[in-house]
């Protein structure tokens, strides 16, 4: 079966510019979450979207938001980009919480310049 | 805030010797999952531990997870160049489900 697809892989933007990224999760698979992930700070969490609804969010400033489609597809917005918003964005889906375990796509290397 | 220590941070060693990655945290985790990340890519995962003092086998690697649901343990035996990675545990949290809270990663380089 097909993995989680992110696209795009690669994104350069300049310092005050909004950015979109996408992630089709697999079939069936209902919860979506987005992470951060630099050298200096790890794999952060920023939320999770099951059927539509954000369930839980992470500590990330406003300029951070998302939504999920009826279909579970979700795409994570980021407004206002600063240097420090370069890292690789990774999503996961999952059937649901509850020790399943989570599928990561290949993430999106998002470059602020 | 919940934090989960990882250690070592960074390990080489040669290849034909055993390892163990240790995570702790003070939080209680409703499970503890092991990932390995390729450079460039996401995070794979290997296991998932859900039950305290629960041992699984993969091959040549063996997690544990502590009795407390609060420590688990990557044992990897006979290390081969094939195993060098990052290797990530993360934990769940009972009402917090769909966020994972990561460690810091452990850099391994196996070398022939």
């Known amino acids: 079966k097909a993995g989680v697809t992110q696209t795009p892989r690669y994104l350069i933007k300049t310092r005050g510019q909004q950015v979109t990224l996408s992630c089709s999760p697999i079939s069936g698979h209902r919860s979506v979450s987005w992470y951060q992930q630099t050298p200096g700070q790890g794999l952060q969490f920023l939320f999770e979207y099951f059927s539509e609804t954000q369930r839980n969010k992470g500590n990330f400033p406003g300029r951070f938001s998302g939504r999920q489609f009826s279909n579970s597809r979700s795409e994570m917005n980021v407004s206002t980009l600063e240097l420090g918003d370069s890292a690789l964005y990774l999503c996961a889906s999952s059937r649901d919480v509850g020790n399943y375990g989570y599928t990561f796509g290949s993430g999106t290397r998002l470059t602020v310049v | 805030t919940q934090l989960l220590e990882q250690s070592p941070q960074f390990l080489s060693i040669q290849e034909g010797e055993n390892l163990t990655v240790y995570c702790n945290s003070s939080s209680v985790f409703s499970s503890l999952q092991w990932y390995r990340q390729e450079p460039g890519e996401g995070p794979v995962l290997l296991v998932t531990v859900v039950t305290g003092g629960e041992v699984k086998k993969l091959k040549r690697l063996t997690f544990q997870f502590g009795d407390a649901r609060k420590d688990s343990s990557l044992h990897i035996t006979a290390a081969q160049p094939g195993d060098t990675g990052l290797y990530l545990c993360?934990?769940?949290?009972?009402?917090?489900?769909?966020?994972?809270?990561f460690g810091q990663g452990t850099e391994l380089s196996v070398k022939p």
């Open positions: 993360a934990g769940e949290i009972d009402n917090q489900g769909g966020k994972l809270i």
